[in-house]
Every structure is written in structure tokens, then in C-alpha cells.
């Protein structure tokens, strides 16, 4: 604790100084800056181009609807906007003085006719002042454009189809990003860290696509401001409540069932200049239940998923756009497998974050803070139970200082949480970790783009700091966009990474219901044996990765984008759960090798792959062909084959070849009917084959136990270096949709549609002990009614 405190007050002089220091550069000029929001709703608008009309002065909008044009000469100006398809093209005259830091909230009307005007695309112009390596950014809008399972458009549902996911299937199903684990990918809701995104049943996340403004999800060579994960992130926002009138959805499908309700706090008079309002969400599962009526042929037992949502959120404006946020939210989950075993898991938490945007300075300021609880246990039949719980806190605050079309982030963030991990493997040996621990980082980033936007540069470095485990890790990353031409462009990115996190369970195991955390485990093996047979010294308890991506975009025509990219993350050092281990870890065991008896083992591991995204959006017709090859592997430093050689192992997520075709279509006279299809197709994930069966003695009377009389169960082992595969999988989901408006802001949407049209009987795991096939969901047709008002 005294080590964190002195890192903090390290850090605070230099984010103070750089605080200060950059508000001097803005002296001679003007700076325009402000929010663009829908006048409706109140809510901001992403993404769009606000310009200086008749210069080459502007900037796009960002998460928050916030813009800051910097740099202005003094003069008389007129502020545009006109990349909001269905909105009234704004202007706004203002006058610039020197010094002079100008605010203004800006509103955008609805219009029938488009207004003529100098049209500006918010997309292409970022893709020309974005680096935009390894990252997809989804809203609303595209995330309806996928069949719904069940009606309700979902984040887990679209996630699939982003090039480098991978996701294990209908049941169990966990989220692989570019060969890292899950416990590798960072998901942050609203800032506040989220330990477990996704229900048990894959076709599910915990979030309300309705209430999502925008998800950045980043596959790999993501900048310093994210920290504490060596894949990937997940960056979520909600959108605030409407500030205008109530509003809300109620929806029903013959999986579940969802209410939605907004509004502003107290009652809005037209030109307010602070507001409030509020957002709560509310979504269940009965498949349980009403699977016993429809789905009988799946399961004449009923389908045992089972799970609830509940979120909410106060939103607080002031007058120049500085903001505060409140939120709780409360997710849980529940499956029973028959004969198999019953797992269940809790997650709660609340927090804040904030915007300040000063009056007389040019850099914005930006924070959150939270705490979350996760609780997950699981009892397998004929096991004992295993159970894992993981609580903690994370703030961060950030500063962003914008120099004309450049501009520097910087900040800090801390974060600490316990951990508390119980369970005993398959030869009944006891695993068991409570540890507590605190991680600080401070980061610094700077985008720089050249005058003709021909070369944009965004280095950064994180200095993390594991106070419990004593380490720092310095972490430089750098990212790069050089724009060919306007219809071409390079993009590269690498960093280093590392994160204290790990699993509790293996990357072997086939099946893998039960996802919990653990601390970076002190329990670990002295040395490590390279794959070219050098032993090494373990000299710390941190995973780590380098990244290191390279891809080019392409415009093939005004509606059609090409993308690839290729990626290499080197993983030099990870932990796994040990389940080889038979001794305990005792003096008396001192001469037994460390793969028996320490409860983790450290690996390496290499990821590799290209990704391929070819992607068609014109008016009534979107096109989306997603293809990913990817090679992982891990090294343990144990694993043999037959000829006693050291060999590398394929963790179970190791799909060689992953492709998805996604369609949408609207159609009839008032654009009332919509079509949406997507077909999967993958081949089969690695196993390691059975070398045969023996009688499992537990010896629960201990050294007394007659095994000569002793009745064991049934067991199987794996015959050591050969690797098979699944068979391939594939799947086909359909949906249609007609919307029927009732009022002006009252509408009906009548859905109908089917999860895996075909019936492909695509496996889910192999039980050896039954030598029983068990396969992933047949097909599931659903229907879904829901009321916008």
C-alpha cells in the first residue's frame, strides 16, 4: 500500500503539470467547441462532422457528442453540419476573438427534405483521421441489421460475426478474441469493469442492445488509455434517458421477456440548459418453462437456461455539458444440466463517471468510477463443488487536449479487487486461493496527423504498476495510418501488454461452464522449459503478450469496403490451472516434480491469423462477408508424444477457419418489412483423443481405504501428443420483421424467425465415461412482439 501511494503522488505532479502546461498553447487563437444532441431526445449524435463553412477547419463528434475546433483565427465564422441523414442541415454563425474559448450546445431537427448543402461524409473523413487498427466500433442501428434470436436484437449475437471472434457454440459459450482466452478481454460498461458479458446460453449477452449508444470492441494493438488484459477490450456506453418526455418498450418472444422505460426527472420546459433524466432496463429468460411447450423435441425436459438483467441509470447536465452519470446493475444466470451438473452465477455493482468541461480551458476532462461483485458456483455430478468470487473498485480519470486536428491524452487509473477461488480437480487434490490486490496505471497518448492527412501517428505508453505483486511493467505501443490514396490505405499497430488476471480452468478442457477469476497465483513452478529445451527462471507472476498487426482498408466503390488484416501476439508468459497436480505442495513432497504438485503452470502461447471483412451498405440492402484464419497454440513445458519429445498443444478455442454471411433487406411501399439471414460455417475445435479407461479410486478413507473392496468410478486419460478435430460447424438464423406505427411515437414490431434453420446437428461435447454424443441446439423458431413508445 505504501508502494501505491508513492507511485500516485509520482503521478499527480506530471498529470497537473501537463494539465497546465498544455492550456498555454492555446494563446493567439480561438477555440470553438460544444455538444451536437437530437432535439427529440436530447441524446447526443455521434460520429458527425461539424465544420467551419468555407474553411478546412473541423472535427467529427465523439462518444459524448463533443467537439472542440481548435486553432481558430479571429473572424466571423458560421458553424455547419450535414453528414445527418433525415436532419436539417444546422448552421450557426459565431464571432472568434483571440484567447477567446467559445461554447455552444447544438440541436438537430428532423426534416423530411434534406437540405442542399457542401456534403460531408463523418465515415470516410474518419477513416482517413483514424488509425482504426484491430478495432470494430458497433451502434444500435448496426446490431438490429442480424437476425434476433427470439426477436431482441443482442450485443452476444452480433459479436460473433466480428472478424478474429470466436465463440464455442449455442451452450457454454465464451468469447475469443484473436487467440487469447477469455479472461484475456477487458469489458467495460460505462467504465465500471463487467467480469462475465455473457449468459450460458451463447445467444446471449447481459446487456440491452436499446440502451447501448456505442461498443468499441478492439481485437488486438489498442492504445495505452486500456490497460490490465493482453488481448482484447470491450468498451461499452449506455445512452442517456430521454430528456424530453417518457418513453420506453415492452417486449415478449417465446424466449423471454423485456421492459424498457425513460424519461426526463422533473418536468422539461423548452430551453433549459441543465436537464435530468433517467433509464432503467429490465429483461428475464422462462426457456425453462415454455421450452417444455415448444422445444420438447430439443428436450422433453425443458431447455435449463434461465437468467435476468436489471440496469439502470441517472444522468445529471449542466448548462456547458458537463455531465454525471449514476448506475447499478444487477445480472444473473442459472443452467441445470440433467446427469451433468448445475452452475449458477450472480453479478452486481454501480458506479459513476463524469465529463467537466472547464470554462476557460481548452482540455477536456473525463473520469468514472465503480464497483462490481461477480459469484459463480458449479457443482458437476459425482465432483465436489467449485466456486470462485472476484470484488473490487476502478477509477480512472483522463485529460484530452485538442491541438487542431491533433491532440494528447493522459491519465491515470486505479484499481483493486479480491479474489476467492476453491476447488478440488479430477484426482481430488484441493485448490484454493484468497488474495487481495491493487493495480495503479498511468498513461499518455498523442495523435498526430500530417497537414494533408496523408500520415497519422499515435504513440503511447502505459506504465502499470501490480502493487501486491511489487512489479512494474512499462508498456510502449504505437499505431499508424498512412492513407495511399483516397481509396487506399495502410494501417499498422504493436504494443506490449500484461495483466495479473487468470482463469480458473483450463484451455484444455473441452467444456467450459465455469468461468471464474484468480489473482496472479504465488503457487507457481520455479523454472520453465522453453520449446527449444532451455529451462528458465520464472522471475515474475504477470501474463504478457506483444502485439503486432498490419492490414490495409480499400474503398472498391461508394458502398463497398474491403479490410484485412493480418496479426502476430506473442504471449511470453501465462498461467493456467494445473490439473495434473496429485501431491500437495509439502516439504514432504519437496523431490516430486513441479507439474504435480503446484496448483498453476506457466505456458507460452503464439497467435496468428489474417481477417477479412468485405463489406456492401447502400439504403435498403446491407451486405456484410466476415472470414478469419487463425493458428493458436500453447506450451507447457511438460506436454510429450509418444516419442518423450516436448510438443506444443491447440487450447480448445482453436478454430482454423471461421466465415459468416449476414444479409439484411427492407422492403414494401413505407419501408415497413425487414429480411435478415446469417449463415456460419467453421471448422471443428481440437481435442485431445482418449488413450483409454481405468477404475478412479477416490480414497476417501485415506491410507486405511481397501481398494481391493473399494468400488471406483469409471475414468479415461488422454493418449499424450495426438490432437483431432470436431466435426465443422454450421448454422443458418432467419428473421422478418414488419413495423406497424400506431402513433407519432408509438410503433409495433411483429417478428418471426428461427436459430439454426436446418437442424444442423452440430456437436457440443463428447461424453467419454457414456461414450455419448452431445450436440448444440436444433432449431429454434421464435416469435416476438414489442411496443415502442
Known amino acids: 500500500m505504501r508502494t501505491s501511494l508513492l507511485i500516485t503522488k509520482k503521478l499527480l505532479p506530471l498529470l497537473i503539470f501537463l494539465f497546465f502546461s498544455v492550456a498555454l498553447f492555446s494563446q493567439g487563437t480561438g477555440v470553438i467547441r460544444g455538444f451536437v444532441y437530437l432535439k427529440e431526445s436530447g441524446e447526443p449524435v455521434l460520429f458527425t462532422n461539424v465544420i467551419l463553412k468555407g474553411t478546412n477547419m473541423g472535427i467529427a463528434t465523439d462518444v459524448n457528442g463533443f467537439f472542440s475546433i481548435t486553432k481558430v483565427p479571429a473572424g466571423d465564422y458560421t458553424i455547419m453540419i450535414t453528414s445527418m441523414l433525415g436532419y436539417d442541415t444546422l448552421q450557426q454563425p459565431v464571432s472568434v476573438k483571440d484567447g477567446e474559448i467559445i461554447s455552444t450546445k447544438l440541436y438537430l431537427t428532423k426534416s423530411a427534405v434534406q437540405l442542399q448543402g457542401v456534403e460531408v461524409s463523418a465515415e470516410q473523413d474518419a477513416k482517413e483521421s483514424e ?61 465500471m469493469i463487467v467480469y462475465n458479458p455473457f449468459h450460458s446460453i451463447g445467444l446471449f449477452s447481459v446487456f440491452d442492445a436499446d440502451i447501448i449508444r456505442n461498443a468499441d470492441v478492439y481485437s488486438g494493438g489498442f492504445g495505452a488509455e486500456y490497460g490490465g488484459r493482453i488481448s482484447s477490450i470491450m468498451d461499452i456506453t449506455t445512452r442517456d434517458g430521454n430528456k424530453r418526455r417518457v418513453a420506453g418498450k415492452l417486449s415478449a418472444n417465446t424466449f423471454g421477456a423485456k421492459a424498457l422505460v425513460e424519461g426526463p426527472i422533473g418536468r422539461y420546459k423548452e430551453g433549459d440548459k441543465q436537464s435530468a433524466s433517467f433509464i432503467f432496463s429490465a429483461k428475464t429468460s422462462y426457456l425453462p418453462t415454455t421450452s417444455k411447450v415448444l422445444y420438447t423435441y430439443a428436450d422433453p425436459e425443458g431447455l435449463p437456461f434461465s437468467f435476468s438483467d436489471y440496469y439502470g441509470k441517472v444522468s445529471l447536465n449542466s448548462t456547458n455539458g458537463s455531465k454525471l452519470n449514476l ?56 465432483e465436489r463443488e467449485k466456486s470462485s468470487k472476484i470484488k473490487g473498485f476502478n477509477m480512472k480519470i483522463g485529460f484530452t487536449y485538442f491541438m487542431g486536428k491533433n491532440e494528447m491524452n493522459y491519465g491515470v487509473e486505479v484499481l483493486g479487487f479480491r479474489t476467492d477461488f476453491d476447488l478440488y480437480n479430477s484426482v481430488n487434490r484441493h485448490i484454493s486461493q484468497q488474495e487481495s490486490t491493487t493495480e495503479i496505471g498511468g498513461y499518455v497518448k498523442y495523435r498526430w496527423i500530417s497537414k494533408h492527412k496523408k500520415l497519422l501517428l499515435e504513440p503511447s505508453f502505459r506504465l502499470q504498476y501490480y502493487a501486491s505483486l511489487a512489479n512494474a511493467s512499462p508498456e510502449p505501443r504505437m499505431s499508424l495510418k498512412w492513407n495511399i490514396a483516397k481509396f487506399v490505405r495502410l494501417k499498422l499497430a504493436a504494443g506490449m501488454y500484461s495483466q495479473n488476471l487468470i482463469a480458473a480452468n483450463s484451455d484444455k478442457d473441452v467444456v467450459n461452464l465455469f468461468y471464474g477469476f484468480l489473482a496472479g497465483p504465488s503457487n507457481l513452478p520455479e523454472t520453465f522449459t522453453e520449446e527449444d529445451g532451455t529451462v528458465r527462471e520464472v522471475k515474475h507472476r504477470l501474463q504478457k503478450a506483444n502485439h503486432y498487426v498490419g492490414g490495409f482498408e480499400f474503398d472498391l466503390g461508394k458502398n463497398l469496403d474491403l479490410n484485412v488484416e493480418g496479426y502476430y501476439k506473442d504471449f511470453t508468459q501465462l498461467a493456467n490451472l494445473n490439473r495434473n497436480k496429485i501431491f500437495d505442495d509439502t516439504p514432504d513432497n519437496a523431490d516430486k516434480p513441479d507439474n504435480l504438485k503446484k496448483d498453476f503452470i506457466i505456458e507460452t502461447g503464439k497467435a496468428r491469423g489474417v481477417d477479412v471483412v468485405l463489406k456492401y451498405d447502400r439504403k435498403r440492402m446491407y451486405l456484410w462477408f466476415v472470414y478469419s484464419l487463425t493458428f493458436i497454440n500453447r506450451f507447457d513445458g511438460v506436454l510429450k508424444d509418444d516419442n518423450g519429445n516436448l510438443i506444443s498443444y491447440r487450447p480448445n478455442f482453436d478454430r482454423r477457419h471461421n466465415a459468416n454471411i449476414v444479409g439484411s433487406y427492407i422492403f414494401g411501399k413505407n419501408r415497413n418489412w425487414e429480411f435478415d439471414a446469417r449463415w456460419n460455417i467453421g471448422s471443428g475445435f481440437p481435442f485431445r483423443a482418449t488413450g483409454g479407461f481405468y477404475e478412479d479410486l477416490n480414497f476417501t478413507g485415506g491410507v486405511s481405504t481397501d481398494y481391493t473392496a473399494a468400488n471406483g468410478d469409471l475414468n479415461y486419460f488422454f493418449r499424450e501428443g495426438e490432437t483431432k478435430e470436431l466435426p465443422w460447424y454450421h448454422r443458418l438464423d432467419v428473421n422478418i420483421k414488419r413495423t406497424f406505427h400506431v402513433f407519432e411515437n408509438t410503433k409495433i414490431e411483429v417478428a418471426a424467425g428461427a436459430t439454426n434453420v436446418y437442424s444442423r446437428k452440430n456437436i457440443f461435447y463428447f461424453d467419454r465415461v457414456q461414450y455419448k454424443r452431445v450436440d448444440q441446439l436444433p432449431i429454434l423458431p421464435t416469435l416476438s412482439v414489442s411496443m415502442t413508445f
Open 327 to 382: 448506475f447499478g446493475f444487477n445480472f444473473n444466470d442459472k443452467v441445470s444440466y440433467k446427469s451433468l451438473q448445475d452452475m449458477s452465477w450472480n453479478s452486481y455493482g454501480g458506479g459513476g463517471n463524469f465529463l467537466l468541461v472547464p470554462n476557460n480551458s481548452p482540455i477536456l476532462v473525463d473520469g468514472s468510477f465503480a464497483y462490481s461483485q461477480y459469484y459463480i458456483k458449479l457443482k458437476p455430478e459425482a
Open 131 to 191: 488509425t482504426r487498427v484491430s478495432v470494430n466500433k458497433i451502434d444500435p442501428i448496426v446490431i438490429k441489421k442480424l437476425p434476433t434470436v427470439g426477436g431482441e436484437p443482442d450485443l452476444a449475437q452480433y459479436l460473433q460475426v466480428l472478424p478474429g471472434v470466436i465463440f464455442t457454440g449455442d451452450q457454454g459459450g465464451q468469447l475469443y478474441i484473436r487467440g487469447g482466452s477469455a479472461v484475456q478481454n477487458k469489458v467495460l460498461l460505462d467504465g
